[in-house]
C-alpha cells in the first residue's frame, strides 16, 4: 500500500505565496509522474501541474509564470511553490502519483492524496 500525505495549505491573502508538499510512503518500487490537481465543489478536479521523474513539468495556463512544481526523488516527494495567489486559485488541492509498486512483479497505480484546502481572501 501507498499513502501520499500533503501538507502546506491554508489561508492567505491574494498576491502572497504557499508552498505545498506531498510527500509518499509505503510500498514503493519507483515513482513516474507526480503532480498537482485542484477542485471546486460541484466541478471536475482539474491539472495544476505535473512532473515526470526526470524533471519534465507541465503546466495549466491559468498558473504558468506563478507556480512551480519541483520534486526531491530521493524523499519522494512533490512541491507546489505557488507565488502571486488569486482569488480563483481557492480550491482543494489533491497530490498525485504514478506509483511501481512490486506484488509478486511490477504493477503501476495511480494514487490520491486526501486533499489540502487552499483558501485566498481579498
Known amino acids: 500500500q501507498v499513502q501520499l500525505v500533503e501538507s502546506g495549505g491554508g489561508l492567505v491573502q491574494a498576491g502572497g505565496s504557499l508552498r505545498l508538499s506531498c510527500a509518499a510512503s509505503g510500498n514503493i518500487f519507483s515513482i513516474k509522474a507526480m503532480g498537482w490537481y485542484r477542485q471546486l465543489p460541484g466541478k471536475q478536479r482539474e491539472l495544476v501541474a505535473d512532473?515526470?521523474?526526470?524533471?519534465?513539468?507541465n503546466y495549466a495556463d491559468s498558473v504558468k509564470g506563478r507556480f512551480t512544481i519541483s520534486r526531491d526523488n530521493a524523499k519522494n516527494t512533490v512541491y507546489l511553490q505557488m507565488n502571486s495567489l488569486k482569488l480563483e486559485d481557492t480550491a482543494v488541492y489533491y497530490c498525485h502519483a504514478n506509483v511501481m509498486v512490486v506484488v509478486n512483479r511490477l504493477h503501476e497505480y495511480s494514487y490520491w492524496g486526501q486533499g489540502t484546502q487552499v483558501t485566498v481572501s481579498s
Open positions: 512532473i515526470t521523474s526526470g524533471g519534465s513539468t
